[in-house]
């Protein structure tokens, strides 16, 4: 199989995991107004799994945000802003996954 492949490009991906809708919502919107006139406003991306459901050895909910994104000069401040995000008055656990490439279809 022959694959064709469009310039690289950065677009981080926000994933938010094992919330429920409503911390959803407030998520979506904290990170929307924290990345609001930054350089990379247009390049990043939110994805959300609707009723997944992460839980620990004792299942308990361990719901988290996840950081997926090629090198670049702006995901330390990313991976700042998303430590400070909070769902009422607790702050999240935050995942940083670093991938080798993106490529955008063409």
Request: proline fraction near 4%.
């Amino acid at each position: 199989m022959n694959i064709l492949l469009e310039k690289e490009v950065q677009m981080p991906n926000i994933e938010i995991i094992g919330f429920e809708q409503n911390e959803i919502e407030e998520l979506t919107s904290q990170i929307q107004n924290a990345f609001r006139g930054k350089d990379y406003e247009v390049e990043y991306v939110i994805t959300v799994f609707p009723g997944s459901y992460v839980i620990d050895v004792r299942g308990a909910r361990q719901p988290y945000i996840r950081l997926v994104s090629t090198p670049n000069d702006y995901n330390a401040e990313i991976l700042d802003i998303l430590q400070k995000i909070t769902v009422g008055t607790e702050h999240v656990d935050v995942e940083y996954m670093l991938l080798q490439g993106f490529y955008m279809k063409f």
